[in-house]
């Protein structure tokens, strides 16, 4: 069974920086659209940012200039790196993996437990 785990979430203060990482199980991690989703309470999970199998992205317009997506296929990880956060950004942060670019949460097959991320002001 593919496993994807999110590590790096914390506590940070407005301004600060987080950096995300999702490490894949299985080594078809190279072929999979790899993406990031957060959810608040009472919400539906939001599309932050995508990276595909070729390294095309895609961001979310409340990221853009703050957030960058990466991965290292050599490793079986993706990051997010996260800066100048703040209390908006307050959320649990999903990694997931999928065939296509896809900016819906439909579209991706596998799913992490979650790392949370709280910005305090």
């Known amino acids: 069974q593919v496993r994807l785990v999110e590590t790096g979430g914390g506590r940070v203060q407005a301004g600060g920086s987080l950096r995300l990482s999702c490490t894949a199980s299985e080594r078809a991690f190279s072929m999979w659209v790899v993406a990031w989703f957060r959810r608040t309470p009472g919400k539906e999970r939001d599309f932050v940012s995508l990276?595909?199998?070729?390294?095309?992205?895609d961001y979310a317009d409340f990221v853009k200039g703050r957030f960058t997506i990466s991965r290292d296929n050599a490793k079986n990880s993706a990051y997010l790196q996260m800066n100048n956060l703040s209390p908006e950004d307050t959320a649990l942060y999903y990694c997931a993996a999928g065939a296509s670019s896809d900016r819906s949460a439909l579209a991706y097959n596998y799913w992490g437990q979650g790392t949370p991320v709280t910005v305090s002001s």
């Open positions: 990276i595909g199998s070729t390294g095309n992205t």
